[in-house]
């Protein structure tokens, strides 16, 4: 990769984009969920927008046969079924003539050789040498092995040192543990350089994830009030209403804290208490996320002042309809002791935050899918309005509300117009949708189309997952020796345990359940 691609700068506009090269996308896990979901829609909507590179050439690769028409017929469905905007034919006719399934064991070197075969032979029928972009998004089980066997049959290191050096994307979950992580890591730079690898964690390509640097650090007003002396906690929610639905046998063994905390709520608070990067440099950035994991302080485990809730969810009620308790889901075990919400208390380290607390919480079946970021700031000195029941006052709060309906509020006080002397809370709000209609790209097309023009600013990198992971590993250390004990409940539709209220009471905090 050129120095130019990596000096990219973050939200420089689309004209970056038109610079891709011919590009070979090959997608393991061609038949998976996330594929029929994200994947191919995702490529869909990029050829609407025209943002393709002019050469395109996609292979998906499963371990079942399929034939090349059978799977292009697939794409139309699934893109038909998923898609933001209607399927188009005329759009997709160019992509489908040029896409293509290999079937193959991810284990097995054979089938890498014929995959290599393949994209040579598509290589020379095009004319031209191709960008290989390889989107690994199987089974955790199985990502070592694709990596090791990219390296073995030398796809890893194609055009290395050029604008179209072969570049490698890994879907989460990144290890389960820091040991993992860094064995993965190992792995992968055995085969890879870092600048190959693209790290996904799909939060990163959302627009108001990416707005939070612009709300931070292109408007003066904050950035003074962002520290210690006017923050008096912060709260990160990210709650979702579904339960864990067919997706039960990969859950048990992950749970919300690593399928939601490690990375995507911990992306958020990283991006939210960072320092202001030297520049928009992807590097620069990424440099400052991972300063900010090191000056978390360790979470303590201590049983009479711990840092953390987990819980999982009994029957319950969502949206006015019966559902069933986690252990009643379909391949979840009885005995299980899986957490389907976890909420911690954070302490950082460093002089813009010491004293001020950061919780996250994260949950399935909860009472609405939200997730925000809510800044709170303290009161006014001097208590001028303090003495009378008249003056209705709340503090002052900036939530940024990821999603859905996307937007900023800020809570004042003002004056109830009248004679008598009486204040109420209001809401200055900006919404997306209000301002620039609902037709915002999804994550992943921003993602795969950063992946092609060779822009990591919104993939973690391989130290940021390790220093996420020396944060959470003692703490699922500590609830894997401790079993179920110490997980509590919650009813399906509720907030979470009554345990959480606590975690934020000791400190006189409460969540903003009620304000959502
Ligand atoms: C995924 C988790 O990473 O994120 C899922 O594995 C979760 O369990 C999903 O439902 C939430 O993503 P989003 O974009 O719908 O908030």
């Known amino acids: 990769m050129s120095d130019t691609a990596e000096r990219h700068p973050f939200l420089t506009g689309l004209s970056k984009h038109r610079g891709a090269p011919a590009t070979c996308l090959v997608i393991f896990g061609a038949s998976g969920d996330l594929t029929a979901r994200k994947l191919l829609p995702a490529l869909f909507n990029l050829g609407v927008d025209n943002l393709l590179p002019a050469r395109f050439t996609l292979i998906g690769f499963g371990r079942k046969p399929i034939p090349d028409d059978e799977f292009r017929s697939v794409t139309v469905k699934e893109i038909s079924k998923f898609s933001r905007r ?104 055995r085969h890879f350089e870092e600048r190959q690898v693209y790290r996904i964690d799909h939060y990163l390509g959302k627009e108001t994830v990416q707005d939070l640097l612009v709300l931070r650090f292109a408007n003066a007003i904050f950035e003074p009030l962002w520290n210690r002396n006017y923050v008096d906690h912060v709260q990160i929610t990210v709650a979702e209403e579904l339960g864990v639905g067919t997706r039960g046998g990969y859950y048990d063994t992950s749970g919300a804290t690593r399928d939601m905390l490690q990375n995507h709520t911990m992306q958020l608070l990283a991006l939210t208490a960072m320092e202001p990067p030297v520049s928009l440099d992807g590097e620069a950035i990424r440099d400052e996320k991972v300063k900010l994991l090191k000056a978390i302080r360790p979470l303590s485990l201590d049983a009479d002042n711990p840092d953390f809730v987990r819980a999982r969810y009994e029957e319950g009620l969502v949206g006015g309809d019966k559902v069933p308790g986690y252990t009643q889901e379909k391949d979840i075990p009885a005995d299980s002791s899986t957490e389907t919400y976890c909420a911690l208390r954070f302490n950082i380290n460093n002089w813009r935050w010491a004293g001020v607390p950061f919780y996250m919480r994260s949950g399935k079946r909860m009472a609405r899918r939200v997730t925000e970021i809510a800044i709170q700031f303290k009161p006014p000195v001097g208590g001028l309005f303090d003495s009378d029941t008249r003056y209705d006052l709340a503090p002052n709060r900036l939530v940024i509300q990821i999603q859905p309906d996307e937007g900023t509020t800020l809570t004042l006080n003002s004056k109830v117009p009248g004679l008598e002397p009486r204040t109420q809370p209001v809401k200055m709000s900006f919404r997306y949708a209000t301002t620039y209609g609902s037709d915002t790209p999804e994550a992943y097309e921003r993602l795969i189309l950063d992946c092609m023009v060779g822009d990591r600013t919104l993939f973690i990198r391989g130290d940021e997952a390790e220093n996420s992971w020396k944060i959470f590993t003692p703490l699922l250390d500590h609830w894997k020796a401790a079993g179920r004990e110490g997980l509590e409940t919650y009813p399906a539709g509720s907030w979470g345990p009554v345990a959480a209220d606590r975690l934020l009471g000791s400190r006189g905090h409460a969540w903003r359940n009620a304000g959502m």
């Open 86 to 189: 209607p399927f188009n034919d005329a759009i997709w006719k160019r992509v489908e003539a040029d896409t293509h399934y290999q079937s193959g064991g991810y284990d097995d070197p054979a089938s890498f050789e014929a995959l290599k075969a393949r994209i040579d032979s598509l290589q020379a029928a095009a004319g031209q040498e191709f960008q290989l972009v390889f989107y690994i998004s199987t089974p955790p089980g199985v990502f070592a092995d694709i990596i090791t066997n990219l390296g073995a049959v030398g796809l890893a290191s194609r055009a290395l040192g050029t604008d179209r050096e072969t570049k490698v994307i890994i879907e989460k979950p990144f290890g389960k543990d820091l040991s993992t992580a860094r064995e993965l890591n190992a792995v992968i730079t």
